[in-house]
């Protein structure tokens, strides 16, 4: 059964610092995917990566994703207040084509 | 133009009691989605449905029943609540199943807060 981890669970930085979210699935996947959910709000889709070596980047936030290590990553760069929100990423169960969700994390970036 | 909406947006009802949420999509899209969305912000699919037939059937209490009168719409039934069932309930659609790979392909509704008391 698929499964899918987040970490951190938490974030706090500091406005202009880079880092990194890793999002990690315990079995083969097609379709990885990114949300934002804004305290309180739905969810946006971010990003959608297909294939192994894939990397997408949308403004300050670029994502990738290693089909082999089961791995893709959500990277910020120079963080500004308002990517404050949690982040998930989901992985496509294979057989069943569900989208399973990770733990989320929230990102709080401080001025 | 509102892409999913969803009524109502908060729902407080009594335990044991019968509700239905209401989900409608005016995109196009040929498959909608149900999500439940727990106090610890947890995500899980409970069902699907692709041109109004069920897909996506999860494993949770047949208390819960989708119903899809056409389309656009995915309502939700829930009989005899129970205090576990507090969550916010998310309505998606997307164009194909599984969504995606294109983005902008998913749309969530805004939810739906139920409230057990």
């Known amino acids: 059964e698929l499964k899918v981890e987040q970490n951190p669970l938490f974030l706090s930085m500091q406005e202009g610092k880079n880092y990194t979210i890793y999002c990690n699935y315990s079995?083969?996947?097609?379709?990885l995917y990114w949300y934002r959910q804004d305290p309180g709000k739905s969810l946006e889709s971010l990003f959608v990566?297909?294939?192994?070596?894939a990397v997408k980047q949308e403004g300050r936030l670029m994502a990738s994703l290693d089909t082999k290590a089961r791995l893709s990553t959500l990277h910020i760069t120079a963080a500004v207040h308002d990517l404050s929100a949690t982040y998930f990423c989901?992985?496509?169960?294979?057989?069943?084509?569900?989208?399973?969700f990770g733990t989320g994390t929230l990102l709080a970036v401080q001025p | 133009d509102t892409a999913v909406s969803q009524t109502p947006k908060y729902l407080v009802t009594q335990m044991g009691n019968d509700k239905s949420i209401k989900c409608e999509q005016n995109?196009?899209?040929?498959?909608m989605y149900w999500y439940k969305q727990d106090s610890k912000k947890f995500l899980k699919i409970m069902f699907s449905?692709?041109?109004?037939?069920?897909?996506i059937n999860e494993t949770v209490p047949n208390r819960f029943s989708p119903k899809s009168p056409d389309k656009a719409h995915l309502n939700l039934h829930i009989n005899s609540l129970e205090l576990g069932d507090s969550a916010v309930y998310f309505c998606?659609?997307?164009?194909?199943?599984?969504?995606?790979?294109?983005?902008?392909?998913?749309?969530f509704g805004p939810g739906t807060r139920l409230t057990v008391l």
């Open positions: 990566l297909l294939s192994n070596g």
């Open positions: 989901a992985a496509l169960g294979g057989a069943t084509n569900k989208l399973i």
């Open positions: 995109l196009g899209h040929d498959t």
């Open positions: 998606a659609s997307s164009q194909e199943f599984p969504p995606g790979p294109r983005l902008n392909e998913q749309f």
């Open positions: 449905y692709n041109n109004k037939e069920l897909i």
């Open positions: 079995t083969t996947s097609d379709r």
